[in-house]
């Protein structure tokens, strides 16, 4: 929500009379300057000055649910908008002050700070929010407010869609820098890398900071192509789920999505501009690959590769016992799923499946597939789903092209939206499971086991995402800076325990450490391997080894060459066991 920025710089005049300066050391460089600090926190004229540099795309901000509260800031219509919209991506994507997460705008537990909903004589705090941010526009806007960051000490939070679960988006009394509108999809058939003659010139497209994926799906279909994305339309193509590596429906056939850059555009923390690409600056574009988003400097566009799109075929299926609670038919019913690998994947399926103690939930994509083929693929599932234990409700087809599959899924699963609502809080965690798991009969009783103690011990949610394999196990582990696990991997699984909209600190607490306790089992079962950077425990203990195992001394070796005093703080981020826990200040 937007405050107008004459009011919030009135009131900063206010606050400066009103309060004293804080003690010198509060605003030593050791520690980041937060707003809430007069004394070192750019005064207005500093501010109004400032916005004059970019373009008058300074804003204050305030927390989406502030509109419902008595006051100045109270609208009765947008309330009503910001309660009916609190799962829709695409509204709370366009907002400077919300993240796709509640959590992610409330207090450092994660309480909403600011409900739509307000409690008797309850009262919006900020939460999270930053106070005051750009809206950057141009690449100049974003250069400008990196360095105004710098050389006041501010701390920086850098924003695209806000999905990210672990909260690196956002930052209570950060100084905010929002991409989402800077926007730019531009194709080429032959895509040449500056300064790199030897580079096979390929069909690309060069996507800028703020593009999502549904955008860029619609616009390669329309040109009868395909980019390496997500399966939800909202994620941003550029942040931080193509610096995390990015896994979705195409990456089994083509690669995951970091490995299909070719080049990079990145304001680096002094505000300068750099190409990365292998031939200039290569140290920054493999750790860009894989190193995760938020840490090495802000991508202002990317150009990855394109491919022809395949004719796709789609298989949508729930299957639930027929007892209800007959929870040894459903464990069967993943057993088998499990035994059928690895040969499910080498008929070139990938997708989505839903586990829990009800039954399995699944969503295949089949790229190249046929009736036949995805029927093929299918039938050791729906053969094992007999109808006297099991209702099975869904069907298969073929589509011409990848995204009319992928569309016709999201708007299937999610009626009215067409793809994956936000907005409920959850603690996540996530494990890559090695290929060799399903070697073997034990391997697979194995990980079964693991599945059955995560649900059996409460786990809410349960995906296993078949994303990993394939084109990604022929890319060599040294080529980017990605979790090498992902080479060797043929399932990504994931967990979650969710809280409602008023839950209670304590309660969030206890879903927290659910989800922790819960994913020590696949740890467990998996030690050599790893979690994904961007779906891993909040909690992760050891994150640089598990997010970047053998990769992790030389991409903390860049960060620290690249930026040096750590603008580009995240959470769980390369370079952030430097910072205390909430990023505000420096311990060595
Ligand atoms: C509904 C949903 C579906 C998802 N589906 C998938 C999926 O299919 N596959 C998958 O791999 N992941 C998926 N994710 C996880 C996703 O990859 C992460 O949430 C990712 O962090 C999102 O990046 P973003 O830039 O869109 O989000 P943001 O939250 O805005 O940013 C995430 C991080 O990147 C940084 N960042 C953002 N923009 C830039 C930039 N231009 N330069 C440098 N740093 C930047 C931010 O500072 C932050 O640290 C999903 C998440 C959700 C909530």
Same mark, same amino acid.
Request: aromatic share 10%; net charge positive; charged share 15%.
């Given at each position: 929500?937007?405050?107008?920025?004459?009011?919030?710089?009135?009131?900063?005049?206010?606050?400066?009379?009103?309060?004293?300066?804080?003690?010198?050391?509060?605003?030593?460089?050791?520690?980041?300057?937060?707003?809430?600090?007069?004394?070192?926190?750019?005064?207005?004229?500093?501010?109004?000055?400032?916005?004059?540099?970019?373009?008058?795309?300074l804003?204050?901000?305030?927390?989406?649910?502030?509109?419902?509260?008595?006051?100045? =800031?109270?609208?009765?219509?947008?309330?009503?908008?910001?309660?009916?919209?609190?799962?829709?991506?695409?509204? &709370?994507?366009?907002?400077?002050?919300?993240?796709?997460?509640?959590?992610?705008?409330?207090d450092?537990?994660?309480?909403?700070?600011?409900?739509?909903?307000?409690?008797?004589?309850?009262?919006?705090?900020?939460?999270?929010?930053?106070?005051?941010?750009?809206?950057?526009?141009?690449?100049?806007?974003?250069?400008?407010?990196?360095?105004?960051?710098?050389d006041?000490?501010?701390?920086?939070?850098?924003?695209?869609?806000? =999905?990210?679960?672990?909260?690196?988006?956002?930052?209570?009394?950060?100084?905010?820098?929002?991409? =989402?509108?800077?926007?730019?999809?531009?194709?080429?058939?032959?895509?040449?890398?500056?300064?790199?003659?030897?580079?096979?010139?390929?069909?690309? /497209?060069?996507?800028?900071?703020?593009?999502?994926?549904?955008?860029?799906? &619609?616009?390669?279909?329309?040109?009868?192509? /395909?980019?390496v994305?997500?399966?939800?339309?909202?994620?941003?193509?550029?942040?931080?789920?193509?610096?995390?590596?990015?896994?979705?429906?195409?990456?089994?056939?083509?690669? %995951?999505?970091?490995?299909?850059?070719?080049?990079?555009?990145?304001?680096?923390?002094?505000?300068?501009?750099?190409?990365?690409?292998?031939?200039?600056?290569?140290?920054?574009?493999?750790a860009?690959?894989?190193?995760?988003?938020?840490?090495?400097?802000?991508?202002?566009?990317?150009?990855?590769?394109t491919?022809?799109?395949?004719?796709?075929?789609?298989?949508?299926?729930?299957?639930?016992?027929?007892?209800?609670?007959?929870?040894?038919?459903?464990?069967?019913?993943?057993?088998?799923?499990?035994?059928?690998?690895?040969?499910?994947?080498?008929?070139?399926?990938?997708?989505?499946?839903?586990?829990?103690?009800?039954?399995?939930? %699944?969503?295949?994509?089949?790229?190249n597939?046929?009736?036949?083929?995805?029927?093929?693929?299918?039938?050791?599932?729906?053969?094992?789903?007999?109808?006297?234990?099991?209702?099975?409700?869904?069907?298969?087809?073929?589509?011409?092209?990848?995204?009319?599959?992928?569309?016709?899924a999201?708007?299937?699963?999610?009626?009215?939206?067409?793809?994956?609502?936000?907005?409920?809080?959850s603690?996540?965690?996530?494990?890559?499971?090695?290929?060799?798991?399903?070697?073997?009969?034990?391997?697979?009783?194995?990980?079964?086991?693991?599945?059955?103690?995560?649900?059996?011990?409460?786990?809410?949610?349960?995906?296993? =995402?078949?994303?990993?394999?394939?084109?990604?196990?022929?890319?060599?582990?040294?080529?980017?800076a990605?979790?090498?696990?992902?080479?060797?991997?043929?399932?990504?699984?994931?967990?979650?325990?969710?809280?409602?909209?008023?839950?209670?600190?304590?309660?969030?607490?206890?879903?927290?450490?659910?989800?922790?306790?819960?994913?020590?089992?696949? &740890?467990?079962?998996?030690?050599?391997?790893?979690a994904?950077?961007?779906?891993?425990?909040?909690?992760?203990?050891?994150?640089?080894?598990?997010?970047?195992?053998?990769?992790?001394?030389?991409?903390?070796?860049?960060?620290?060459?690249?930026?040096?005093?750590?603008?580009?703080?995240?959470?769980?981020?390369?370079g952030?066991?430097?910072?205390?826990?909430?990023?505000?200040?420096?311990?060595?």
């Open positions: 929500m937007l405050m107008s920025l004459s009011t919030y710089i009135l009131g900063l005049f206010a606050l400066a009379l009103t309060v004293q300066a804080a003690p010198a050391e509060t605003t030593a460089l050791k520690c980041r300057c937060l707003s809430s600090n007069p004394s070192c926190w750019p005064s207005p004229a500093t501010f109004a000055a400032f916005n004059s540099t970019v373009d008058g795309g804003t204050a901000i305030s927390p989406p649910g502030k509109v419902c509260y008595p006051g100045p =800031h109270f609208n009765e219509a947008a309330c009503n908008t910001a309660r009916v919209n609190s799962t829709n991506p695409y509204y &709370r994507g366009d907002l400077i002050g919300a993240t796709m997460y509640q959590k992610n705008q409330g450092a537990i994660g309480v909403d700070v600011c409900p739509v909903y307000p409690t008797p004589n309850g009262a919006c705090r900020q939460g999270k929010v930053s106070v005051i941010g750009v809206d950057a526009r141009t690449v100049a806007h974003v250069q400008k407010a990196v360095k105004f960051a710098a006041r000490n501010l701390r920086l939070a850098v924003k695209n869609t806000g =999905h990210d679960q672990t909260g690196r988006s956002s930052a209570a009394g950060s100084f905010l820098l929002w991409t =989402h509108n800077l926007r730019g999809i531009t194709f080429t058939d032959s895509f040449a890398t500056s300064s790199c003659p030897a580079q096979r010139q390929v069909p690309a /497209v060069t996507l800028a900071a703020g593009e999502q994926f549904g955008n860029v799906y &619609r616009e390669a279909e329309k040109r009868g192509l /395909v980019v994305g997500g399966a939800a339309q909202t994620v941003g193509a550029v942040g931080g789920f193509l610096q995390g590596g990015g896994h979705g429906p195409l990456t089994r056939s083509y690669g %995951m999505a970091s490995d299909q850059v070719l080049e990079f555009q990145v304001v680096m923390a002094d505000g300068t501009l750099k190409t990365a690409n292998p031939c200039i600056n290569p140290d920054l574009f493999w860009l690959r894989g190193g995760g988003g938020g840490t090495f400097g802000v991508v202002t566009s990317v150009t990855v590769k491919y022809p799109t395949p004719k796709t075929a789609l298989a949508l299926y729930g299957i639930t016992t027929k007892v209800p609670g007959d929870v040894a038919a459903a464990k069967a019913l993943i057993s088998n799923f499990i035994n059928i690998q690895p040969e499910f994947e080498a008929q070139g399926t990938s997708g989505y499946i839903g586990f829990s103690l009800g039954g399995i939930q %699944m969503q295949i994509f089949q790229p597939g046929t009736e036949a083929t995805i029927a093929a693929a299918m039938k050791p599932i729906l053969d094992h789903a007999t109808l006297d234990k099991y209702n099975v409700t869904g069907g298969q087809g073929a589509f011409p092209t990848f995204f009319t599959a992928f569309d016709a999201g708007c299937i699963t999610n009626p009215g939206l067409c793809t994956e609502r936000v907005g409920t809080n603690a996540i965690a996530s494990r890559l499971i090695p290929t060799a798991q399903f070697s073997t009969q034990t391997g697979k009783d194995a990980l079964a086991n693991t599945i059955f103690g995560m649900l059996d011990a409460g786990a809410k949610f349960m995906l296993t =995402h078949l994303v990993t394999g394939g084109a990604i196990a022929k890319i060599p582990v040294h080529d980017s990605v979790l090498p696990a992902w080479r060797n991997s043929l399932w990504h699984l994931l967990i979650g325990n969710g809280w409602t909209a008023n839950a209670t600190a304590p309660e969030i607490a206890a879903n927290r450490a659910a989800s922790t306790s819960q994913a020590q089992l696949m &740890r467990n079962l998996a030690p050599a391997s790893g994904y950077i961007n779906e891993a425990d909040a909690k992760e203990p050891n994150f640089q080894q598990a997010f970047w195992g053998n990769n992790y001394p030389r991409l903390f070796k860049i960060k620290n060459t690249v930026d040096p005093k750590g603008l580009f703080y995240c959470k769980l981020c390369v952030s066991e430097k910072w205390s826990a909430d990023g505000n200040c420096r311990l060595y």
